[in-house]
């Protein structure tokens, strides 16, 4: 039931119907229209439309609707064609033309800072997104639970909302590869009986299966994730794979034996071929263990890199930090025009893998890479003597911490190079960064992935003469 204050305060109430005029996208992807001032998002609704919705969930300050009649449709509405898009929910913008989702991302950048850091179009130049020229099959990992439902193994995504598996065999936005793969463990785990998870009961072995490709070089990795170190029979899986996946160079195991929707476990053991598969990125090359963090769509990466690059303005004689450095790639796309870069990272495997691209490269003395916070490490890198230039940060959705943020200023870079996934949490970055000193250029949002609500932004700030 609805507390009081819920319906006072929206004037709303589940289950009632309200015509709406869709007025934009949410950051969700979801359509934002107004009932008496009350904001209702509505998935599935474009910009432009007019709908007759359903109330679904009613908030203090805000309502969720479904859309019940499509009285006035947008010219950019096209039909989704992936079979199971709406129970998915791993994209949300496959039924909005493709020059539609760049235009509706550019204008999700534009209300995040208005909202958060108070800047609209006349006070920062924000470009139109950098999209892709073919815009499917991108990813080069797939990552999917493994259930038994209705006596059958199957692997896919938890549904929009629900606790459900969508079973996926071949995902639009995927490469065709991890989809083939993940189809073949499928039945191969289904021909040897393996014994599957089952997360109420926290029983069973195989969980989730992590399929990455090299599509530059065509290596392939399987992870198997269990929940267990012992696989039962584990020989005979791997000759089956062997034989069936040829193709495929790595076959690594992660151990998680914990209750959650973590993917990873602390313990990784190659069970079969090599430990790392190789991919490239332009003129760089570089080895990806299991764990390690590489951009899930390297054609994009190339062009964001470009821009982070552009943004940096490097002379060669600049010190660089690279925050958040995963394996380095950021790092090393900068390397040539630079002085010396630093980079950091919390997970040990990602350092490992820096440091061996850095010396392949040719950089074992200008690159440097360290496990650990970048509060901690950036600091005592100033007090040896180690002042950034330009500081690179690439963080995760929820933005940058307090410590970083304070870290960075302190550090008192030339400029700083924010790359985002996350336009809200950017601009709350940036207005933090902008009462202590630092003035926002320009933002160039790339889409990295299509048909999803996803945009990642490159902001560049400098730092205020005084």
């Not at 769509?297 to 552009?310: H, R």
């Not at 790092?331 to 630093?342: P, S």
């Amino acid at each position: 039931m609805l507390n009081k204050k819920e319906v006072k305060g929206s004037g709303l109430v589940k289950g009632q119907t309200v015509p709406l005029t869709i007025k934009r996208l949410g950051i969700n992807g979801e359509g934002v229209g107004f009932f008496k001032r009350t904001v209702v998002f509505v998935p599935g609704a474009l910009p432009g439309e007019e709908v007759t919705a359903e109330i679904t969930t009613v908030f203090p300050n805000r309502a969720e609707a479904k859309v019940k009649r499509l009285r006035k449709k947008s010219n950019d509405r096209i039909a989704p064609p992936c079979p199971v898009y709406e129970e998915c929910g791993g994209c949300q913008l496959q039924h909005l033309s493709y020059d539609g989702q760049l235009r509706e991302k550019r204008d999700i950048v534009i209300q995040s800072f208005e909202r958060h850091a108070k800047l609209g179009e006349k006070d920062i130049t924000i470009k139109p997104v950098i999209g892709m020229e073919d815009p499917w099959n991108y990813r080069n990992k797939s990552q999917l639970q493994v259930r038994k439902q209705k006596g059958k193994i199957i692997a896919g995504l938890y549904g929009t909302g629900s606790h459900e598996l969508v079973e996926l065999t071949n995902c639009l936005v995927q490469h065709p590869e991890t989809n083939r793969v993940t189809r073949q463990v499928v039945s191969i785990l289904e021909d040897l009986n393996i014994s599957i998870y089952n997360e109420k009961k926290h029983k069973g072995l195989i969980r989730t299966i992590v399929t990455r490709v090299g599509f530059e070089t065509g290596q392939i990795q399987l992870v198997l994730v269990t929940s267990e170190e012992n696989i039962p029979r584990k020989e005979l899986l791997i000759k089956e794979i062997k034989k069936r996946l040829p193709e495929v160079r790595s076959v690594v195991q992660n151990v998680n034996g914990k209750r959650t929707s973590i993917i990873f476990g602390e313990k990784t053991l190659v069970i079969d071929g090599e430990e790392v598969i190789q991919e490239s990125l332009g003129d760089l090359h570089f080895e990806l263990s299991a764990r390690a963090f590489f951009q899930l769509n390297p054609i994009q990466t190339v062009k964001l890199y470009d821009e982070v690059k552009k943004a940096a303005e490097l002379t060669g004689k600049e010190n660089i930090i690279d925050a958040y450095c995963g394996v380095g790639t950021i790092g090393l796309w900068l390397a040539d025009h630079a002085k010396e870069v630093r980079g950091m990272d919390v997970i040990k495997e990602s350092i490992d893998d820096a440091r061996k691209n850095a010396k392949q490269h040719g950089y074992q003395t200008s690159m440097r890479y360290e496990v650990g916070k970048a509060e901690d490490l950036v600091p005592s890198w100033v007090k040896e003597g180690f002042r950034p230039d330009v500081i690179v940060v690439d963080p995760p959705r929820t933005g940058c911490d307090d410590k970083l943020l304070s870290t960075m200023v302190k550090a008192r870079p030339d400029r700083i190079v924010y790359v985002s996934c996350n336009p809200s949490t950017l601009a709350k970055d940036a207005a933090f960064l902008m009462k202590k000193g630092y003035e926002i250029k320009e933002l160039q949002p790339v889409d990295m992935f299509p048909q999803t609500a996803h945009v990642e932004v490159v902001a560049v700030f400098k730092k205020k003469s005084n």
